[in-house]
T-cell receptor, first 116, second 113 residues
Framework: DAMVIQNPRYQVTQFGKPVTLSCSQT?????MYWYQQKSSQAPKLLFH???????NEADTPDNFQSRRPNTSFCFLDIRSPGLGDAAMYLC???????????????FGPGTRLTVT | LAKTTQPISMDSYEGQEVNITCSHN???????ITWYQQFPSQGPRFIIQ???TKVTNEVASLFIPADRKSSTLSLPRVSLSDTAVYYC??????????????FGKGTRLHILP
């Protein structure tokens, strides 16, 4: 089945120690998104890639970076994690919306990040 | 992107029909209405999407009145496994526009035995 895969499912890192989360997709979608979701809150969009074009949300901290080496893979890099960055990180994909479609996004299972 | 308002939480019983209404007074002409379901420790899952009138799939129905300022997600004969958070999103995926994708607070649905 076509899907969105996130690894690892659980990640523990130390305060200030860089960490990378990965996402891969078999849907061949050209748009990939990263969301942050804290406990009991709605997902918050950090950034998205439209093909190779990177689009950062205005309020996403500089501490968060992303790479997309090819269509299938996308990485979230947190350069210096703080305690406030502990959250679930969700990767999602979608088609490019050129047909003015609705917000049908396909989400991965998420990576839960703990910062100690 | 049109702002949405949903009830924060709802309780219902197994076997009942559950209707969750979302208000979106500022919906734009081209906007679609999309609903997601999220279980704890999982990513949101697309449930249903519509533009006007009624849409039905194997999981739910979506009712949209003529003025499109609200929509109602209908879950028939719910079970305990339908306990989840339900998010209503309004907008359209068009990267030629500078639209933000914003999940509202969602509705926490709790199904009781």
């Amino acid at each position: 089945d076509a899907m969105v895969i996130q690894n690892p499912r659980y990640q523990v890192t130390q305060f200030g120690k860089p960490v990378t989360l990965s996402c891969s997709q078999t849907l061949n979608h050209n748009v990939m998104y990263w969301y942050q979701q804290k406990s009991s809150q709605a997902p918050k969009l950090l950034f998205h890639y439209y093909d190779k074009d990177f689009n950062n949300e205005a309020d996403t901290p500089d501490n968060f970076q992303s790479r997309r080496p090819n269509t299938s893979f996308c990485f979230l890099d947190i350069r210096s994690p703080g305690l406030g960055d502990a959250a679930m990180y969700l990767c999602a994909t979608s088609s490019d919306g050129t047909l003015e479609e609705g917000y049908e996004q396909y989400f991965g299972p998420g990576t839960r990040l703990t910062v100690t | 992107l049109a702002k949405t308002t949903q009830p924060i939480s709802m309780d219902s019983y197994e076997g009942q029909e559950v209707n969750i209404t979302c208000s979106h007074n500022n919906i734009a002409t081209n906007d679609y209405i999309t609903w997601y379901q999220q279980f704890p420790s999982q990513g949101p899952r697309f449930i249903i999407q519509g533009y006007k009138t009624k849409v039905t799939n194997e999981v739910a129905s979506l009712f949209i009145p003529a003025d499109r300022k609200s929509s109602t997600l209908s879950l028939p004969r719910v079970s305990l496994s339908d306990t989840a958070v339900y998010y209503c999103l309004v907008g359209v995926l068009n990267f030629n526009r500078d639209d933000k994708i914003i999940f509202g607070k969602g509705t926490r649905l709790h199904i009781l035995p």
